[in-house]
C-alpha cells in the first residue's frame, strides 16, 4: 500500500509550502500596492502643506512697509540663521537688496533651485540642498523671493520608503508564515482523509471519512464520498444478499419440483403421469417467475440506461389500475376503493409505475384475510403527490415494517403465499428510481403505504398559485 | 408456412424447430447473423424469429440490416433479458413481437402464429364478427344473437383482443403485454377475473361456449 504522499516529501514542495508561496506572494503585492498609495498621499500633503507656509511667510512680509522690508529680513535672517525660510529681495532694476536665495531663484511664481549652502560636515556630507522659492513682484516692482528646502519632505520620503519595503517584507513573511501553517492544517485535514480512504480501499468498507473541517464545502464534501459509500455499501449488501437469498429460496420451490417429477416418474398409468408433469411444469413456471422478478429488480436498481421520464398522469393511470383489480379483489372477497384527484402527473416511466402501484396493490389483496378493504389515495400538496395504498388488515407490526421489503421476506414463513416475496422490493426500486419516498407505516388497524413524489414541475406551479395566493 | 429462425444455441434451435413443425410450420433455421440475412433476403417468409444475442451479427443488427433493406417481414425477437429498454429497442429496431427466454412452446407458436397471420379486415373493421357474436368498435357495442350484451371497459378490449385472434391461441403473457400493458408477472389472477365476467357475459345462457381454454397455453375464441 502505497504511504501518504507529498506531504512526507521535501518540506518545500509539499502543498502546504506552495500554499504559503501564492498567499504570501499575493500579500506582497498587496502590501505594496497600499503602502505605494500612503507613500504618495502623504508625499503629497507634505508638499502642499510645505507650499502653504511659503505663501504665508510671502504674505506676511508683504504686510510691512515696503521699506522695511528688507529691514525685516535682514532681522529674521539674524535672529534664527538656520530657519526655515530663506530669502531675496531685488530692486526694480534687478539689484539684490538682501538675502542669501542664489540670484538664479529670481522669478516670480514657482521655482526651484539647487543651492550648496553649508560646508560639508562629517554628520552632513556634502549634499545639494533642494530649494522650493515663491517669487513676488511687489507693487514698486522689487522683486520678494522667499525660499525653504525640501529636505523636512524628502527625508520623510525616504522614511516612507524605507518603511513600505520593511513592512512588505514583514506583512510577506507573515504571510508566508501563516499560509503554511494554514496549509499545513489544511493537508493534515486532508491526510486524515486520504488515511481514511485508504483504509476503505483496503478493505475496511465500514469505515467512513472524517469531517475535514474549516470551511462548510469540504464538510460536504466529506458527507457526500461518505453518502457514496452508504450507497455503495448497500449495493454491496444486496448484492451479497441476494445470492443468499436466490439459494435459499429457490431451494424449497426445486426440491419440491424434483418431487413431483419424482412422482410423476412412478405414477402408475399414463393419465396420471401427464398430470404430474402438468403440476411440475406449472412449478418449473413459478420458478422462472422468481427468476425473471429477481433481474428485473436487478436491473431496475441498477439504474443504468433508462428509457426517458415523461409525464405520467396518475390519476388515470391508478383509475386504469383499479378497473384492472377490481374484479380480483371482489374474487378474492375484497374491497377496493379508491379516491383520487384529477390532476396528479409526476414525471415517471409510466410502465414501471404502472407495476409499483400494481405491485402495493396486489401486495394488500394476497397478504390480507378475506372482507378486507383496500383504499387507494390519491393526494395532492402543493409541490408533493402521494398515494397511499392502505388496507384494514391484520397489518405488520412495527419493527417488521422495515423488513418488508426485503428480497424474499415473508411475514409469516410458514404460510406460503403464493407470491414471489419480491413484490414490494421491486415497488421499493422503482421508487428509488423515481427519487420519491416510501413510507410504510399503521393504518391503525392494517398496513398503509404511501409514496410521495416530490414534483418540479407542479412545485413550479404551486409556487405560482401560492403566489397568486398571496396577491389575493 | 414457411419461418426463418436464427438460434445459436443449437439444442434451443433444435427444440424450437420441433416445435413449430408440430404446429404446422416450415422452418428453416441458421446459427449465425449473415446467413440469416442472406436467407431473409432469399426466401420469402411469413416470420424471421431472432435471437437477440448471437455471436457475429446479432439479431438486432440483422432486424436492422433488412428493415434497412425493405424487408417488411413480421419480425419475433428472443431475449434472455427482460428489460424495458430491451424491449424498447428491439420494437425500435423494428420487431413486431418480443419474447423473453425460457418460453414455453406453445407460447412460442402462439406468437408466431400471431404474427404469421396477415392483418384479416377484422383488425382494423369497425365491425367484427365470430361466430353469431358482433362487436362494434366505434360504438363500443356487442350484441350476440341479437342480443345486446354490456361490457366494462376491459372486458370489452379483451373482448376484443381475442377476435383480433380468433380462431387462434393467445397466451396469457400477450393478453398481459396487449390487453393490460403490463410487462411483468402479476401476483394474481387478472387474467382469469376478467376472463371470467367476459365468459359469463358472452357464453352464459348460450348453446355454444365462444371462448374456450387451451389447456397449458392460453385462450382462444372460436366462431
New interface residues.
Given amino acids: 500500500m502505497a504511504e501518504a504522499r507529498s506531504t512526507s516529501q521535501s518540506p518545500f514542495r509539499s502543498g502546504a509550502f506552495r500554499f504559503a508561496l501564492v498567499f504570501a506572494g499575493v500579500f506582497a503585492v498587496a502590501a505594496l500596492l497600499i503602502l505605494g498609495m500612503v507613500h504618495h498621499q502623504v508625499g503629497r500633503y507634505a508638499h502642499d502643506a510645505m507650499a502653504g507656509t511659503l505663501k504665508t511667510e510671502t504674505a506676511t512680509l508683504m504686510a510691512e512697509d515696503r521699506g522695511a522690508i528688507a529691514a525685516e529680513i535682514a532681522r529674521r535672517m539674524q535672529a534664527a540663521p538656520d530657519g526655515t525660510f530663506l530669502y531675496l529681495l531685488l530692486d526694480p532694476t534687478g539689484r539684490p537688496l538682501v538675502g542669501t536665495v542664489p540670484r538664479t531663484a529670481a522669478r516670480v511664481g514657482w521655482g526651484q533651485v539647487i543651492m550648496r549652502e553649508h560646508p560639508p560636515t562629517p554628520a552632513d556630507p556634502e549634499r545639494p540642498e533642494r530649494l522650493v522659492t515663491l517669487g513676488t513682484r511687489l507693487a514698486d516692482g522689487s522683486l520678494l523671493v522667499v525660499a525653504t528646502d525640501g529636505y523636512d519632505v524628502d527625508k520623510m520620503g525616504g522614511h516612507m520608503i524605507r518603511f513600505t519595503i520593511l513592512w512588505a517584507i514583514a506583512i510577506t513573511l507573515t504571510a508566508l508564515v501563516g499560509g503554511w501553517m494554514a496549509g499545513w492544517v489544511f493537508l493534515r485535514r486532508l491526510g486524515a482523509t486520504n488515511a481514511a480512504i485508504e483504509r476503505i480501499v483496503s478493505g475496511r468498507t465500514e469505515q467512513r471519512l472524517p469531517m475535514i473541517g474549516l470551511a462548510p464545502e469540504l464538510d460536504d464534501l466529506a458527507r457526500n464520498i461518505n453518502r457514496m459509500l452508504d450507497r455503495i455499501d448497500g449495493l454491496m449488501e444486496g448484492l451479497r444478499q441476494v445470492s443468499t437469498d436466490v439459494a435459499h429460496d429457490l431451494r424449497t420451490p426445486l426440491t419440491r419440483l424434483r418431487q413431483m417429477l419424482e412422482a410423476a416418474r412412478e405414477a402408475p398409468g399414463r393419465e396420471d403421469t401427464d398430470a404430474g408433469i402438468?403440476v411440475a411444469?406449472v412449478q418449473a413456471?413459478k420458478l422462472?417467475?422468481t427468476f425473471?422478478?429477481i433481474?428485473?429488480l436487478a436491473?431496475i436498481e441498477g439504474g443504468g440506461?433508462?428509457?426517458p421520464f415523461t409525464s405520467v398522469d396518475l390519476g388515470g393511470l391508478l383509475k386504469t389500475l383499479i378497473?384492472?383489480?377490481e374484479?380480483?379483489a371482489?374474487?378474492?372477497d375484497h374491497d377496493l376503493v379508491a379516491v383520487l384527484v384529477a390532476d396528479a402527473t409526476v414525471h415517471g416511466?409510466a410502465?414501471?409505475l404502472?407495476?409499483l402501484f400494481?405491485?402495493l396493490i396486489?401486495?394488500a389483496?394476497?397478504h390480507t384475510p378475506p372482507g378486507t378493504r383496500v383504499s387507494i389515495d390519491v393526494t395532492r400538496a402543493p409541490d408533493e403527490v402521494s398515494v397511499i395504498v392502505s388496507d384494514n388488515g391484520p397489518g405488520v407490526i412495527a419493527n417488521e415494517r422495515e423488513r418488508i421489503v426485503r428480497r424474499f421476506y415473508q411475514v409469516d414463513p410458514s404460510r406460503g403465499s403464493?407470491?414471489?416475496g419480491l413484490?414490494l422490493s421491486?415497488a421499493n426500486a422503482i421508487v428509488t428510481l423515481h427519487g420519491a419516498h416510501m413510507a410504510i407505516g399503521d393504518a391503525g388497524p392494517g398496513l398503509r403505504v404511501a409514496v410521495s413524489f416530490q414534483e418540479r414541475g407542479v412545485g413550479a406551479a404551486g409556487a405560482l398559485d401560492r403566489c397568486r395566493d398571496a396577491l389575493g | 408456412m414457411k419461418l426463418l429462425l436464427l438460434e445459436d444455441d443449437e439444442a434451443t434451435r433444435a427444440q424450437a424447430v420441433r416445435q413449430l413443425t408440430a404446429a404446422g410450420h416450415v422452418v428453416e433455421a441458421c446459427g449465425t447473423g449473415a446467413d440469416a440475412i442472406f436467407l431473409a433476403t432469399q426466401g420469402d417468409y411469413r416470420v424471421i424469429i431472432l435471437d437477440r444475442m448471437v455471436p457475429g451479427i446479432d439479431g438486432l443488427s440483422v432486424l436492422k440490416a433488412l428493415r434497412a433493406a425493405g424487408i417488411r417481414t413480421p419480425a419475433l425477437l428472443l431475449t434472455a433479458m427482460d428489460g424495458i429498454d430491451d424491449r424498447v429497442e428491439g420494437l425500435e429496431a423494428g420487431a413486431d413481437d418480443y419474447l423473453v427466454k425460457p418460453f414455453a412452446a406453445a407460447e412460442l407458436v402462439a406468437r408466431v402464429n400471431a404474427l404469421s397471420r396477415r392483418p384479416p379486415m377484422s383488425d382494423t373493421a369497425v365491425v367484427a364478427t365470430v361466430g353469431d357474436l358482433t362487436i362494434d368498435r366505434v360504438k363500443r357495442t356487442v350484441v350476440r344473437a341479437g342480443q345486446r350484451i354490456e361490457l366494462q371497459a376491459q372486458e370489452f378490449k379483451l373482448l376484443d383482443y381475442l377476435i383480433q385472434h380468433s380462431g387462434e391461441v393467445v397466451t396469457r403473457t400477450m393478453l398481459l403485454e396487449n390487453v393490460w400493458s403490463f410487462h411483468f408477472d402479476p401476483q394474481t389472477n387478472v387474467i382469469e377475473s376478467h376472463m371470467s365476467r367476459l365468459r359469463a357475459k358472452i357464453d352464459r345462457g348460450f348453446a355454444k361456449d365462444l371462448i374456450q381454454t387451451v389447456r397449458g397455453a392460453g385462450y382462444r375464441i372460436d366462431g
Fill in positions: 402438468d411444469l413456471d422462472l417467475a425473471r422478478a433481474l428485473r436491473q440506461r433508462r428509457t378497473e384492472t383489480y374484479p380480483v371482489i374474487d378474492a416511466d410502465e414501471l404502472a407495476q400494481a405491485n396486489e401486495n389483496i394476497i403464493g407470491s414471489s413484490g421491486i
